[in-house]
C-alpha cells in the first residue's frame, strides 16, 4: 500500500452551501479534503478536488486544521439567517483513519453540541465513529448516524473497497449505536454484490435501510461510474451480472419481506434530514 500522505491546512470555510444531492441540507461539512478509504467507486475521485491533486485518491489526506473557532463563527452567522441542516460528510469519511490521531471531527462535533444546528447526518463506515457516542447523544433527536454497508460479503468488500473496514466491525458498531438510543440507518450505497442472507441480515438489525445504486446514485444515470471503470472492475472479479438495474428492483422485493417497507428508503429521499 502507498504510504499517506498527509498535510495540514487552515481552510477558508468550514459550513459549504448544500445543493444537489444534499437537497433538504443547509450546508455540507467536510473535516478533511481526501479520503484513505480510496473507495473505487467514489465518485469524488472525479471531482475537482480530487483531478487538480498530485497523488491517486486515497493517497493523501488534508487536515483542515485550526477548524473549530472557525465553525463556532459560521455556525452563530449562519443560524441567525436560516435553519441549519448539516450533511457530515459529502467528499470525505469524518472517521477515516487519519482522525484517530487528528481528532477534527471530534473538535468539530463539540462545537456542534454546543450550539447544536436544527440537524446533523454522519456519513461513515468507519467504527470509529463510536468514539464519540459521548457527544454524539448530546444531539438527541437532532441526529442521524448513517452507517455504509453495501454488502454482507467480505470478499466483495476487499475485492472493490478493500481499504475500507470490514463488515463485521461496521455491524457491531451499528449495534453500539443502537444500545445508545442513537438514530441510525444503514445506507446500502451503493448496492453491491451479496449473499441471499443480506436482505434478511438487514431485517434482524432493524434499523431504517438506505438503498442506493451506480443508475440513481452516482448523479449521472451511470456515467460517472463508467468513467471509474466499475463495470470493468466487476468483471474482472466475475461480477459482472451484478452490474445491472435490476439488482436493485430485485433487492428491493427481497427487502420488503424483512423490513417494514416504512423503514426502506430508496436514494436520496433516504439521506434527506
Ligand atoms: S468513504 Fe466515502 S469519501 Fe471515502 S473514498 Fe469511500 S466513498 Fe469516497
Given amino acids: 500500500m502507498t504510504k499517506l500522505n498527509v498535510t495540514h491546512k487552515k481552510p477558508s470555510r468550514l459550513l459549504t452551501p448544500a445543493s444537489g444531492f444534499l437537497k433538504g441540507y443547509s450546508h455540507s461539512l467536510n473535516p478533511y479534503i481526501g479520503c484513505s478509504f480510496a473507495c473505487s467507486y467514489c465518485y469524488v475521485r472525479q471531482m475537482p478536488v480530487n483531478l487538480f491533486r498530485e497523488g491517486e485518491w486515497g493517497t493523501w489526506v488534508e487536515v483542515k486544521e485550526e477548524s473549530a473557532e472557525m465553525l463556532r463563527k459560521e455556525l452563530t452567522r449562519e443560524k441567525k439567517k436560516q435553519n441549519v441542516r448539516i450533511f457530515m460528510s459529502s467528499s470525505t469519511d469524518p472517521y477515516q483513519p487519519a482522525e484517530a490521531r487528528e481528532r477534527i471531527t471530534r473538535m468539530l462535533l463539540r462545537v ?32 442521524r448516524v448513517s452507517v455504509s454497508m453495501e454488502t454482507d460479503e467480505e470478499s466483495v468488500r476487499k475485492a472493490i473497497t478493500p481499504q475500507a473496514p470490514p463488515i463485521s466491525g461496521r455491524l457491531k458498531a451499528i449495534q453500539i449505536l443502537q444500545q445508545h438510543n442513537i438514530p441510525v440507518q444503514i445506507a446500502v450505497s451503493p448496492l453491491l454484490p451479496h449473499s441471499p442472507r443480506f436482505p434478511a441480515l438487514l431485517g434482524e438489525i432493524g434499523e431504517r435501510v438506505v438503498v ?19 463495470p470493468e472492475l466487476y468483471h474482472k472479479h466475475g461480477y459482472g451480472e451484478w452490474y445491472s438495474p435490476e439488482c436493485l428492483s ?24
Fill in 112 to 143: 456542534l453540541t454546543e450550539d447544536p444546528p436544527d440537524f446533523l447526518l454522519i456519513q461513515t463506515r468507519s467504527p470509529l465513529v463510536l468514539r464519540d457516542i459521548d457527544l454524539i447523544k448530546k444531539l438527541e433527536n437532532r441526529v
Fill in 212 to 230: 442506493d445504486d451506480y443508475f440513481l446514485g452516482d448523479g449521472s444515470g451511470g456515467r460517472r461510474t463508467k468513467k471509474l471503470k466499475i
Fill in 250 to 273: 430485485h433487492f428491493l422485493k427481497q427487502l420488503e419481506k424483512q423490513v417494514k417497507k416504512s423503514r426502506i428508503f430508496i436514494s436520496q429521499e433516504g439521506f434527506l434530514p
